[in-house]
């Protein structure tokens, strides 16, 4: 079992930067070993997926909404995944998960085999 944890999240002004952390415990060996998904969600709405990173970072994928706007980088050794947001927007506003699985693909349909508790991000002036 991996426990992943989220952390980082905060109230930014339109525009600003943040970088939300995903650190993984537990067995955390298989953190190495598996691709990693950031997702967010809104109340109300469907959890809507940021970005997927290959196991050892060689490929990374964004959905359309952040491309150039958000950067996901991990360190292994460190057991810790990474999503660098800019020029963040008030429909940026949500709660954001990580998530690990064996492969990219079921990251990027939204599919997860352990997930993070969230951290939230606000977007307002």
């Known amino acids: 079992h991996v426990t992943l944890v989220e952390s980082g999240g905060g109230r930014v002004r339109p525009g600003g930067s943040l970088r939300l952390s995903c650190e993984a415990s537990?067995?955390?060996?298989?953190?190495?070993?598996?691709?990693l998904g950031w997702h967010r969600q809104v109340p109300g709405k469907l959890r809507e997926r940021v970005g997927v990173?290959?196991?050892?970072?060689?490929?990374?994928w964004y959905v359309d909404s952040v491309k150039g706007r958000c950067t996901i980088s991990r360190d292994n050794a460190q057991s810790t995944a990474y999503l660098q947001m800019y020029s963040l927007r008030p429909d940026d506003k949500a709660t954001y998960y990580c998530?690990?699985?064996?492969?990219?693909?079921?990251?990027?349909?939204?599919?997860?085999?352990?997930w993070g508790q969230g951290t939230q991000v606000t977007v307002s002036s």
């Open positions: 998530a690990d699985a064996q492969d990219m693909g079921r990251l990027r349909v939204g599919i997860g085999d352990y």
């Open positions: 537990g067995r955390s060996f298989l953190f190495s070993r598996n691709a």
């Open positions: 990173i290959s196991w050892n970072g060689g490929e990374t």
